[in-house]
């Protein structure tokens, strides 16, 4: 089965940082390509970043360009979110998701809470 | 960026009802469209990728068209599990961008 299991999430205050983890299992994972959502409470899916299968492409929303990085490492077939400089306005659910033939998302982690405020 | 608008809003109807959700993108991108299903509580469904094709497992009752700049997804015969927010995601090109969805609530 294939499946994706985020962790790391919780309280953090603003300016704070946090790492998000990703552990992924039932595929392949060094084959596909990897991306972060995230949906703040009560609103709409919001992409965060994409990385490609070999880590060589990488991309960014605008809202995140500079505070946040993503990485993964194949050999323990893990996807993580480096987040830095943390703003009340990045309080969210984050989801990890794979990339699914085009550019779209299949399957989704349960994903993990992040939550910013003093 | 590409801005996607779905229409609308929300939406009230009853078990067996026929519904029809529109996406429009704010430029052309081609077949490069995706639905998804979210339940309360829930991660996200693919249901429709490249704007018509269906995902495995998901029921026949759902249906994707459209190319270009407009698009829908209709469900044929509405049932109780249907009762959920869905929402349009262009695949064209980065930053990928979701439509603001579409709640679909019990008449």
């Known amino acids: 089965e294939v499946q994706l299991v985020e962790s790391g999430g919780g309280l953090v205050q603003p300016g704070g940082s946090l790492r998000l983890s990703c552990a992924a299992s039932g595929f392949t994972f060094s084959s596909y390509s990897m991306n972060w959502v995230r949906q703040a409470p009560g609103k709409g899916l919001e992409w965060v970043s994409y990385?490609?299968?070999?880590?060589?492409?990488?991309y960014y929303a605008d809202s995140v360009k500079g505070r946040f990085t993503i990485s993964r490492d194949n050999a323990k077939n893990s996807l993580y979110l480096q987040m830095n400089s943390l703003r009340d306005e990045d309080t969210a659910v984050y989801y990890c998701a794979r990339e699914s033939m085009g550019r779209w998302f299949d399957p989704w982690g349960q994903g993990t809470l992040v939550t910013v405020s003093s | 960026d590409i801005q996607m608008t779905q229409s609308p809003s929300s939406v009230s109807a009853s078990v067996g009802d026929r519904v029809t959700i529109t996406c429009r993108a704010s430029?052309?991108?081609?077949?490069?469209l995706a639905w998804y299903q979210q339940k309360p509580g829930k991660a996200p469904k693919l249901l429709i990728y490249a704007a018509s094709s269906l995902q495995s497992g998901v029921p026949s009752r759902f249906s994707g068209s459209g190319s270009g700049t407009d698009f829908t997804l209709t469900i044929s015969s509405l049932q109780p599990e249907d009762f959920a927010t869905y929402y349009c995601q262009q695949a064209n090109s980065f930053p990928l961008t979701f439509g603001q969805g579409t709640r679909l609530e019990i008449k």
């Open positions: 430029q052309g991108i081609s077949s490069w």
């Open positions: 990385i490609s299968s070999s880590s060589s492409t990488i």
